[in-house]
């Protein structure tokens, strides 16, 4: 057990894991991103299924 | 009289006209201008000028060199003025470069890598940890000294303002990429580490055991990824060696439990033996009937069995072989993915970067291999996290499992289900027509794989007998910034082609450049890579050849960024837009393709165009963009450059439409491209849809392509799964606690939730 784990128990502090793609390669956790990347995530938008847009 | 100087750093001591003295003599040897006594003269002249000048106080180091530099013009001596210049204009930058050296290192050795963006340029390093900032110092300190000592004037101005990014710059006198490991020449007969010897694996365990070690061994000799580009292949021989132990082995059980007899290994080896020898082949995953009427034969012979007995025992000691290695298969699979995603390499600060490639061994024993790695990928790490490593890719090939009715059908929908959870694997399509040129049935080494991000090596222009994605790479790419010169250029569209051609020219010298750099080393700058032959004809060299010839196997690869803000600069809208300026994208695009297979041709070397995979690159030319012209809406407005040929990530287009549109670059990017599609998790979690995509890629002649949506987990309660403000399984908000009892109840309903800490 680490001393981090120990001092968040029952969740206290802990956040969310959010893995994306970053060019190609996953990257465990945004939180290693750096700053232009990030807002390139943020600014992606979904693409639809449909043939006209 | 002058007594005393003042230095740069403020201290004041002795004056010394002997330095004085030697400084302008090197500087007259240099030219060819003169000698010691023309520089003791000089010298003199110096000395008077200051007194004349100076009274009572100290003169400051830059006063004496401005003096020393006008009483050289004086005298006549002209080009030592010249040679004295450039020395102090030399010792200049170098001083500087150390300044910024020190800053530098300064804020590795103490800012917190969350707070310096510099520290987090490349996300798998981490920047926090002893022997990732010794990483990233040691790498501050080769940048330094490469510009200073190892660039071309021209090319260090070019890199220094961001018209061009030399990719792994800290390596520049090193080494070369990247790798396309053959996984099955390397275990042949076996092979050293470096730190010892292994003989050739004899199971599937031992075989994905090696693999891994293989690929960090490698990954120590260059500075890219590493890639096994015959996964399924490879792994298959390891499954067929378990198959065949276990097979006699459950053949043994089973006639000794029938007998009742104990001790029968030498006869079931001879029994298995011989059918082997009459048959030609060996216990297999679905065996010869052949090999079991030969077996079954050996049988009555030696145990006086009747013939439906021993089919019968045959029959069950091949079902029971074959659970047993599905078994083994499935444990060396998740061991495999654990490894890659825990082992370090380059003194702990890394995992390597890995990547494999599968899909189109049809063999039960490659199949059986594709099904267990997808299942592992599925089941994630231990805590159900998503592997991170290696890159799964998947070869998606006509006729082998992209139709309903091919033999991998079946794993390529797998593939889909597990991509759809996870996000591998991604998919690259052999039939896209630039692909299927190479491709040979039943030669896999034909069959295009990818490594890390997007690199790509097939074409061989230096030996075209030797197209293949075997034990070859990249050895190094500079990446264009490509919006700069169309804003350079004030939409005059024939000032940007000539802008580009040179600026094209540049890169490729400086590639040329670091290859020469390259091409001096020899095997044993490379113990692995090129001591155990891992790269291609390799294993014929001696100690004393250079690495020229073999290195002419892999590719130097010029890169760009950002078509979409060039286009936007140069005719107002980006290739999402209209045909038209699609057109005007793929015209540039395909220049610069057209720029590397000339050049490919004048050097007989590999110079190939690659949709640049930028990390720290999309920021770094935009920010130096935005200081230079401020912010011009589409082009230097956002915080990054769009990556490649890419649509721009927040322009709203179809799927179909952003497929249909960025194909064709695929076609031009001959060392390496990617597209992406972003769904929403709904979407991507509907297979239906997913694989939608993915045969809509295929048909459009996309080379390699992935599908990305949101996977979050809540490390609390082990969701895995779309997580917005509030996760769906235990309720918390993100940095919330939750109650003791409420984890409880989650055990209770979800067995395989982590053993979060602090639950008693």
Request: aromatic share 8%; proline share 3%; glycine share 8%.
């Amino acid at each position: 057990m680490t001393a981090k784990s120990k001092n968040e128990k029952l969740g206290q502090g802990v956040g969310f894991e959010r893995i994306r793609r970053i060019t190609g390669y996953l990257v465990g956790t945004m939180d290693k991103w750096n700053d232009a990347k990030r807002a390139e995530e943020r600014d992606r938008v979904k693409h639809g299924m449909s043939k006209n847009g | 009289m002058i007594q005393s100087i003042t230095k740069r750093d403020g201290r004041v001591v002795l004056y010394d006209q002997n330095k004085i003295a030697a400084a302008i003599l090197r500087s007259l040897e240099v030219s060819g201008d003169g000698d010691a006594a023309d520089a003791a003269r000089v010298a003199n002249d110096v000395q008077r000028e200051l007194e004349s000048r100076f009274t009572g106080d100290a003169p400051n180091i830059e006063t004496i060199q401005d003096t020393v530099e006008r009483q050289l013009m004086n005298h006549g001596f002209n080009a030592a003025a010249k040679a004295y210049i450039l020395y102090r204009a030399n010792r200049t930058r170098a001083r500087e470069a150390n300044t910024v050296l020190m800053k530098t290192i300064d804020e590795i050795t103490n800012i917190d890598a969350r707070i310096s963006d510099m520290k987090r340029d490349n996300a798998n390093i981490d920047g926090n940890t002893a022997m990732g900032s010794m990483l990233q110092i040691g790498a501050a300190g080769a940048k330094a000294y490469n510009e200073m000592y190892l660039l071309r004037p021209e090319h260090a101005k070019a890199y220094r303002e961001g018209d061009i990014h030399i990719h792994d710059f800290d390596f520049y006198s090193l080494t070369t990429t990247c790798c396309q490991i053959d996984i099955l020449k390397l275990f042949h007969g076996g092979f050293s580490t470096g730190h010892g010897y292994l003989r050739e694996p004899q199971s599937i365990q031992s075989y994905a055991a090696l693999a891994a070690i293989a690929i960090q061994s490698n990954q120590n000799d260059q500075h890219g990824g590493q890639s096994i580009p015959n996964f399924d292949y490879g792994m298959a021989e390891g499954v067929a060696k378990t198959y065949r132990k276990a097979f006699f082995r459950r053949l043994k059980d089973a006639v000794e439990d029938y007998l009742d007899i104990e001790n029968a290994d030498e006869a079931i080896s001879d029994v298995i033996a011989k059918a082997e020898k009459a048959t030609g082949v060996t216990a297999k995953l679905e065996n010869s009937e052949s090999f079991v009427a030969a077996v079954a034969k050996g049988l009555c012979e030696s145990f006086a069995l009747d013939s439906d007995k021993a089919n019968k025992l045959i029959r069950r000691a091949a079902e029971r072989a074959y659970k047993k290695t599905d078994r083994d298969t499935k444990q060396a699979m998740e061991g495999f993915v654990h490894n890659l995603n825990t082992m370090h390499s380059r003194a702990g600060a890394q995992t390597p970067f890995s990547s494999i490639n599968y899909g189109t061994d049809v063999s039960s024993e490659g199949r059986m291999v594709i099904r267990n790695v997808l299942l592992a990928l599925d089941a994630g790490l231990g805590h159900g996290e998503t592997c991170i490593f290696p890159i799964h890719i998947f070869k998606v090939k006509e006729g082998v499992n992209y139709n309903e009715t091919d033999p991998n059908y079946d794993l390529f929908r797998l593939s889909m289900r597990v991509s759809a959870k996870r996000l591998f694997p991604n998919y690259t399509f052999l039939d896209s027509p630039y692909n299927l040129q190479y491709y040979v049935p039943g030669r896999p080494e034909t069959e295009v794989a990818t490594m890390g991000c997007r690199t790509r090596v097939m074409g061989n222009v230096y030996d075209p007998s030797r197209q293949i994605a075997y034990s070859r790479g990249n050895l190094s790419f500079t990446s264009i910034n490509l919006p700069r010169l169309a804003i350079d250029s004030n939409g005059d569209e024939k000032l940007f082609y000539e802008k580009l051609e040179a600026m094209l020219e540049l890169v490729a010298q400086q590639l040329l450049d670091r290859f020469e750099i390259q091409a001096n080393k020899h095997i044993y700058n490379y113990p692995f890579l090129m001591g155990q032959g891992v790269w291609l004809d390799s294993d014929h060299l001696t100690l004393k050849d250079d690495l020229r010839e073999v290195l002419k196997h892999g590719t130097l690869s010029i890169g760009f960024i950002g078509l979409a803000e060039t286009l936007t600069a140069l005719y107002g809208q980006h290739h999402g837009t209209s045909e038209e300026l699609q057109e005007k994208g793929l015209e540039i695009i395909g220049f610069m393709r057209n720029y590397c297979d000339n050049k490919s041709k004048e050097m007989q070397m590999n110079i190939t165009l690659l949709g640049t995979p930028a990390e720290g690159l999309s920021g770094r030319f935009i920010r130096m963009d935005q200081k230079r012209y401020g912010k011009i809406p589409g082009v230097t407005d956002r915080e990054y450059y769009t990556n490649s040929f890419h649509i721009p990530v927040w322009y709203n287009i179809s799927a179909y439409d952003k497929i249909r549109l960025e194909a064709p670059y695929h076609a031009l990017c001959n060392a390496g491209h990617i597209s992406y599609v972003e769904l929403d998790g709904d979407t991507a979690r509907n297979v239906e849809a997913f694989e939608a995509i993915v045969r809509c890629m295929h048909d459009h002649g996309i080379g390699y392509g992935s599908i990305n949506h949101p996977v979050d987990r809540d490390p609390v309660c082990g969701y895995v799964g779309i997580i917005g403000d509030v996760c769906p399984r235990c309720g918390r908000r993100e940095g919330e606690q939750i109650a003791p009892e409420r984890i409880e109840e989650l055990r209770r309903m979800y067995p395989q939730m982590p053993a979060f800490q602090g639950i008693e």
